[in-house]
Antibody, heavy 120, light 113 residues
Framework: QVQLRLSGPGLVEPSQTLSLTCAIS??????????WIWIRQSPSRGLEWLGR?????????DYAVSVESRLTINPDTSKNQFSLQLRSVTPEDTSLYFC??????????WGQGILVTVSS | DIVMTQSPDSLSVSLGERATINCKSS????????????LTWYQQKPGQPPKVLIY???ARESGVPDRFSGSGSGTDFTLTISDLQAEDVAVYYC?????????FGQGTKVEIK
């Protein structure tokens, strides 16, 4: 059974970098049948896909246009996890953040969610 | 981006009755290469991540009660909850994975009348 454990700060100051980590158990971040994603949810934006990474002989990365200049997703094979780094955050980045694993073109596995507030 | 539009935004249904939620995509999410619609339905309860109910438009996820069913193809899809139970109170979302970025509908809130 795949489990995802999300960790990171709940409060980030404006203009700083938000860093979150999603630890994987029951699967490998290097799996050639998985994709690993980040999604956030807010009352104003609803459920918003941020980006994904996956391994098919090499690593691939896709980012939402709205954040691609500020976002990096990194897999860490040594720790079997993947991370999100969102730079230059503003209060508009305040959201509930989720990590997830894609299977059958849907997301059956989700991290528990972490509420991140951007405020000084 | 593919825009997903759900209707209605909310509905109240009596216990034991049927709830019907519609989802329309701005372009087809039918994949000819594998003859599948890349459309998923989720249920989300407060404080929890979304849970897959239906994937590929009509395939029920393991463990999901058979009162949940999905139908439709191309751009128009429906989630039906027959015999509504108290535990079905939640927000329901459709989502497409035909094209990146993956996009969700705005959600439909189901309540008990």
């Amino acid at each position: 059974q795949v489990q995802l454990r999300l960790s990171g700060p709940g409060l980030v100051e404006p203009s700083q970098t938000l860093s979150l980590t999603c630890a994987i158990s029951g699967d490998s971040v290097s799996s050639d049948s998985a994709a690993w994603i980040w999604i956030r949810q807010s009352p104003s934006r609803g459920l918003e896909w941020l980006g994904r990474t996956y391994y098919r002989s090499r690593w691939y990365y896709d980012y939402a246009v709205s954040v691609e200049s500020r976002l990096t997703i990194n897999p860490d094979t040594s720790k079997n996890q993947f991370s999100l780094q969102l730079r230059s955050v503003t209060p508009e980045d305040t959201s509930l953040y989720f990590c997830g694993r894609v299977s059958h073109n849907s997301i059956p596995y989700w991290g528990q969610g972490i509420l991140v507030t951007v405020s000084s | 981006d593919i825009v997903m539009t759900q209707s209605p935004d909310s509905l109240s249904v009596s216990l034991g009755e049927r709830a019907t939620i519609n989802c329309k995509s701005s372009q087809s999410v039918f994949h000819r290469s594998d003859n599948r619609n890349y459309l998923t339905w989720y249920q989300q309860k407060p404080g929890q991540p979304p849970k897959v109910l239906i994937y590929r438009a009509s395939a029920r996820e393991s463990g999901v009660p058979d009162r949940f069913s999905g139908s439709g193809s191309g751009t128009d899809f429906t989630l039906t909850i027959s015999d509504l139970q108290a535990e079905d109170v939640a927000v329901y979302y459709c989502q497409q994975y035909y094209h990146v970025p993956l996009t969700f509908g705005q959600g439909t809130k189901v309540e008990i009348k």
